[in-house]
């Protein structure tokens, strides 16, 4: 049994969206900032905010990232205290298209049904559902066969807090 | 760019699925793999397949991808 979805479904009204205007100064420091915005903002009022803040900016402001957020609170009590309860232990998959682009997918805290606790490896039959459902999504245009090729399991590697003795 | 090999048979595959399962009828998701295997589509594709029929042809799956069965009009 996995844990609980409660992002809201995503459905092309997000609940509210995000735009991260992006800056690189002239020592090469690079900075983004953030800012969320009702669902009803139209892209050229997120645009506006872009041409107003290089107006009073030294850096130069050369990538803006909007993004429809559809986020609900978070609350650990959905999630499940399993055998990888972790979201930094993840199934790593990794798929190519026919031009050889690649993308890696991660499945974090993966349940045992994908990820047995007597294996190092992953059940890659337990993927066909998501692969079916990325690569859908990924077959567009001149980029139109993707294929799952490999998974594997990774640990984090976590130093914890050292006590003195 | 020329398009895939996938990218000719994908409408092909999809429409065989449809017309594999009448309404009503159900199928094992490896029978209807191996069919399309039989026109040249590899495994992988045929799934692809299949789950781009669930998409939008009214085809449902139950159970899972391994052992599981499609059928046509609902569960």
Known sequence: ?165 | MAASLWSSQKEGARALVRDMLASGQEMSVEDVVNALKMTGVTAKNALKAIYAAQQSENITLNGDYDTGSLRRGGV
């Open chain 1, 1 to 165: 049994m996995p844990g609980t979805r409660t992002a809201p479904t995503v459905d092309g009204t997000p609940p509210y969206q995000n735009a991260s205007f992006t800056f690189i100064d002239h020592t090469e420091d690079v900075r983004s900032i953030s800012l969320q915005f009702p669902p009803g903002t139209t892209a050229a009022q997120i645009d506006s905010v872009g041409t107003a803040l290089q107006a009073r900016s030294n850096a130069s402001l050369f990538k803006i990232e909007v993004k429809q957020i559809y986020g609900s609170t978070p609350d650990v009590g959905n999630a499940l205290a399993e055998v990888h309860i972790s979201v930094y232990d993840n199934v790593v998959v990794l798929f190519k298209d026919q031009l050889n682009h690649s993308q890696d997918l991660f499945v974090p805290a993966p349940t045992t049904a994908l990820q047995p606790d007597d294996s190092d490896t992953p059940i890659g039959s337990a993927l066909t559902a998501i692969i079916l459902a990325v690569t859908a999504g990924m077959e567009q245009g001149t980029t139109d066969d993707w294929q799952a090729v490999s998974a594997r399991f990774t640990e984090r590697r976590e130093k914890n807090q050292r006590t003195y003795i």
